[in-house]
């Protein structure tokens, strides 16, 4: 009741949490725990923000967390199902999740109000944005900005390489988009921004920072995106 987590590991984005759980199994390090948790978390302090309501059950297996975790919250509310897997050198996820709603500036995760809802279908490896590989499917999403309801119900998003060419592609009902080349994927904001600075200095401001090493083609194709440029 009321344990303080963050001082205990220390972590300064979480606070307190309280909660009734079990734990059945044997190892009480990553190389050697194997349990089956079932637990409920009346709340945990995140980020300066209180999640109530939160269940997890399922199985640890040393890094690898496969079961079903679900937050019913007044600004959150989120079903995840499937798998995580820390055990190897590069993580492994595979799991579905059914957001009915999950207000992102009133969590403390964006400064913009942005709130957002729908079924995700995620199958991918990766440590960072930039070793991502596999595909993530977004199905029957909301998203507002300001109260405002933006043009977007899906989003398919996959990376691969192919003869050692790393192809990146994204697919939503106002767009389509394909890069492929040698990048980064956190430097191609700053690419684009580039870019499109040399053709239209008066709109785009050149990035902050230089991208370094971007060799890569594109083809991109836009429908209704007045919104997503405001």
Do not use: C, W
């Not at 009734?20 to 009346?42: A, H, M, P, V, Y």
């Not at 991502?132 to 900005?145: P, V």
């Not at 106002?174 to 492929?180: D, I, L, M, N, P």
């Amino acid at each position: 009741d009321y344990f303080k987590l963050g001082d205990f590991i220390g972590d300064k984005n979480i606070g307190a949490v309280s909660l009734n759980s079990s734990l059945k199994g044997r190892g009480f390090n990553e190389k050697t725990r194997q349990s089956e948790i079932d637990g409920k978390i009346q709340f945990i302090d995140y980020k300066g923000y209180r999640y109530d309501n939160l269940t997890i059950k399922g199985e640890l297996d040393k890094k690898r967390f496969e079961g079903i975790a679900s937050i019913k919250d007044e600004e959150a509310d989120l079903t995840l199902n499937g798998l995580i897997d820390f055990n190897k050198e590069t993580p492994t996820f595979n799991f579905l999740a059914d957001v009915q709603k999950a207000n992102l500036k009133k969590l403390n995760l964006t400064k913009e109000d942005i709130s957002f809802g729908g079924k995700f279908n995620l199958n991918f490896s990766g440590a960072t944005i930039d070793n991502f590989l596999g595909n993530a499917r977004i199905t029957e999403a909301t998203l507002t900005r300001n109260g405002n309801p933006l043009p977007f119900d899906s989003l398919v998003f996959s990376s691969d390489y192919i003869d050692n060419v790393k192809i990146l592609t994204a697919r939503s009902n106002e767009f389509e988009a394909t890069v492929s080349g040698d990048f980064n994927i956190r430097d191609l904001p700053d690419a684009v921004k580039l870019f499109l600075n040399k053709y239209y200095p008066a709109y785009i401001k050149p990035p902050n920072r230089q991208p370094e090493n971007q060799s890569l083609t594109f083809d991109i194709k836009t429908q209704h995106v007045d919104d997503y440029i405001k």
